[in-house]
């Protein structure tokens, strides 16, 4: 069965529908067509963001139109003009348990998707942009050159996992969400990196609005929907549980030093495949859905599969929710800290498995 994407809405729809339902700032919200054209007078050129994140190649096993898909997303985000790509990660799947030769065949066709010119492209390592520390099936002894995230350098990386990137009249931080945790990895910052990013902080240009990559959230909603399980039903202490997987571990801390800033706008994260945005403490955190949407299938087929899953695990009790369909979320962002947005969804057909 095929089924339709709904493309984009035309530029000029897109900034209205965005500046009319987005909150950004304060005065996205309350911003009529007059309003908004002497916003966008005081601010003629507006920082284009495209967050792409989650796309999930899987050229080794049957691939769901996956390489395609890639490529229609990079075709679609680039007619829109952007000036930065920021992605944010899971470019993969199952790298962390896959043999080597296959991760690097699939790092190679999405190196050649990637565009090489006309925007700043900047990349956080997702879990599944690290090769091997499940060694019980990859493989990998830990010695190989590639082992962990060295694979994410070698294809992905511009030097530092963590670090700030100049944009102008903003500033990102990107982060390496991803930590080791026995053979698999747990989200949040080490905490040599959070003393680098209570540093960066600090010492942050006051005038430049800051906005974070991380590929695991700091916050997410969506997250509780997917990921959350019930305790045991005799112990009375412990309730809803997530996995250490699923978000930063340490997100109080992150959630407090973003606060203390005052000016930490957005928060971009990938890994929950979820379209949402959450205001709080004075930031946005915005889950990008995924490129991939759900895996590659329509979104509504994968809610009932992990549904299944969920019973067959003896978790009757849980329905899992539908996520994202294919898309990345397009961000114009204005130098007083305002910015607007939209999910957008590329044109694009699911395959017949
Ligand atoms: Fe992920």
Request: proline share 6%; aromatic share 8%; net charge neutral.
């Amino acid at each position: 069965m095929l089924m339709s994407i709904p493309h984009l809405l035309p530029r000029r729809q897109f900034i209205k529908t965005a500046a009319l339902g987005a909150g950004g700032g304060l005065a996205a919200q309350a911003l009529g067509p007059s309003a908004l054209s002497a916003a966008a007078a005081e601010n003629p050129r507006p920082l284009r963001v495209i967050h792409m994140t989650d796309h999930h190649l899987m050229d080794f096993m049957n691939q769901r139109g996956s390489q395609a898909g890639i490529e229609a997303a990079y075709a679609h985000a680039m007619s829109l003009k952007p000036d930065v790509i920021a992605n944010g990660g899971d470019f993969l799947t199952h790298s962390i348990e896959r043999p080597l030769a296959d991760m690097q065949k699939d790092a190679k066709i999405i190196n050649g998707i990637l565009p090489t010119s006309g925007v700043q492209v900047v990349n956080a390592c997702g879990n599944h942009d690290i090769w091997g520390w499940k060694k019980s099936k990859s493989g990998a002894t830990g010695r190989e050159p590639l082992f962990g995230k060295n694979f994410f350098r070698e294809y992905f990386g511009e030097g530092a996992l963590y670090r700030r990137v100049d944009l102008g009249t903003w500033t990102m931080l990107v982060l390496d969400s991803v930590q080791p945790w026995e053979e698999g990895y747990q989200g949040g910052l080490d905490d040599a990196q959070f003393e680098w990013l209570q540093g960066e902080l600090s010492a942050s240009d006051p005038a430049k609005p800051i906005i974070i990559l991380s590929h695991v959230p700091v916050l997410s909603a969506g997250l509780m929907l997917q990921d959350t399980r019930l305790g045991p039903p005799d112990d009375h202490a412990r309730g809803v549980t997530m996995p250490k997987g699923s978000c930063h571990q340490d997100l109080w801390r992150v959630a407090d030093a973003f606060w203390r800033h005052g000016n930490v706008k957005v928060v971009l994260s990938g890994h929950v495949h979820v379209d949402e945005r959450i205001d709080v403490l004075g930031s946005s955190y915005l889950s990008g859905g995924a490129v991939c949407g759900s895996w590659w299938i329509p979104r509504e087929q994968m809610a009932i599969r992990a549904t299944r899953r969920e019973r067959k695990m003896g978790n009757p009790h849980l329905i899992r929710t539908p996520r994202a369909d294919p898309g990345f979320r397009v961000f114009d962002l204005y130098p007083d800290g305002r910015f607007d947005h939209e999910y957008v969804l590329f044109p694009w057909e699911f395959v017949r498995e």
